[in-house]
């Protein structure tokens, strides 16, 4: 069974930055290079929503909400992806979820934003 372990979540305030990162295991890093990965977030009474996510050959695509500020990246020679957070806003709140292919989810990072 893959895992994911997500970390770098924090506390920070408005306009501040963060990098989260996530490490997929028992998988490996040609399988994982062939799958899309993401990263989700869910604030509290909200659904989960897509953030940003990176396919197999580099592609990436964000929701509009956060363009210009964040980036998502991989590296497959590690089974790992980044979200790069910038010029964080308190609506930025929320736990962070990666996620990788069709269904496999960490655990969740916090990322709380001060105004």
């Known amino acids: 069974q893959v895992q994911l372990v997500e970390s770098g979540g924090g506390l920070v305030q408005a306009g501040g930055s963060l990098r989260l990162s996530c490490t997929a295991s028992?998988?490996?890093?040609?399988?994982?290079?062939?799958?899309?990965m993401a990263w989700y977030r869910q604030a509290p009474g909200n659904q989960r929503e897509l953030v940003a996510d990176?396919?197999?050959?580099?592609?990436?695509n964000y929701v509009d909400s956060v363009k210009g500020r964040f980036t998502i990246s991989r590296d497959n020679f590690r089974n790992k992806v980044y979200l790069q957070m910038n010029n964080l806003e308190p609506e930025d709140t929320a736990v962070y979820y990666c996620?990788?292919?069709?269904?496999?989810w960490g655990q969740g990072t916090q990322v709380t934003v001060s105004a």
């Open positions: 996620h990788l292919g069709d269904g496999f």
């Open positions: 028992r998988i490996s890093s040609t399988i994982f290079s062939f799958n899309r």
């Open positions: 990176i396919t197999s050959d580099g592609s990436t």
